[in-house]
Antibody, heavy 118, light 107 residues
Framework: EVKLVESGGGLVQPGGSLRLSCAAS????????MTWVRQAPGKGLEWVAN????????YYVDSVKGRFIVSRDNAENSLYLQMNSLRGEDTAVYYC???????????WGQGTTVTVSS | DIQMTQSPSSVSASVGDRVTIACRAS??????LAWYQQKPGKAPNLLIY???TLQTGVPSRFSGSGSGTDFTLTISSLQPEDFGTYYC?????????FGGGTKVEIK
């Protein structure tokens, strides 16, 4: 069974940091681009970041550039999102997903919740 | 950045009805469009990619069409399990923008 499982979410104060992880099983994630998508409470989906197979290309939505870093460890079949200088507007459920170039996100994790609040 | 605009924002229809959701891109995106269904509290599920290609396992009552800037998702005969919110996405150009969503309710 192909599965993605996120972890690392929680409550953090504004200005704090958090590192999300996404563990892949049943698939060799190193063969695919990987994506982070988030969804604020009661809102729509927002693409956050993409990383290519070797981790040499990374793309971010403008609102997180300079604060978030996407990375991967292909040996561990894992994806990460280091989130720094967190703001209230970063409060969301964060999903990792497998990306097929030009063909959408076909495997998703269950999501992990990040709450930024004092 | 490319903007993706969906309409309507919500639709209420009866079982058996034909439902159509529109998605418009602010620039030509060819056929690089994906559609997703999301149910409350769950992750999205890919329905269609490349504007009109049905993802494996998705019922054939779902179909997609369009190219360039104007796209459509059609549910040919609405079923009770089709409730949820539907999103389109530019699948090719960073940022990979999603549309605002269309909530489908069963009457």
């Amino acid at each position: 069974e192909v599965k993605l499982v996120e972890s690392g979410g929680g409550l953090v104060q504004p200005g704090g940091s958090l590192r999300l992880s996404c563990a892949a099983s049943g698939l060799t994630s190193s063969r695919y681009w990987m994506t982070w998508v988030r969804q604020a409470p009661g809102k729509g989906l927002e693409w956050v970041a993409n990383i290519n197979q070797p981790g040499s290309e990374k793309y971010y939505v403008d609102s997180v550039k300079g604060r978030f870093i996407v990375s991967r460890d292909n040996a561990e079949n894992s994806l990460y999102l280091q989130m720094n200088s967190l703001r209230g507007e970063d409060t969301a459920v964060y999903y990792c997903a497998r990306a097929r170039v030009g063909a959408g996100l076909d495997v998703w994790g269950q999501g992990t919740t990040v709450t930024v609040s004092s | 950045d490319i903007q993706m605009t969906q309409s309507p924002s919500s639709v209420s229809a009866s079982v058996g009805d034909r439902v159509t959701i529109a998605c418009r891109a602010s620039q030509d995106i060819g056929n690089w469009l994906a559609w997703y269904q999301q149910k409350p509290g769950k992750a999205p599920n890919l329905l269609i990619y490349a504007a009109s290609t049905l993802q494996t396992g998705v019922p054939s009552r779902f179909s997609g069409s369009g190219s360039g800037t104007d796209f459509t998702l059609t549910i040919s005969s609405l079923q009770p399990e089709d409730f949820g919110t539907y999103y389109c996405q530019d699948a090719n150009t960073f940022p990979l923008t999603f549309g605002g969503g269309t909530k489908v309710e069963i009457k």
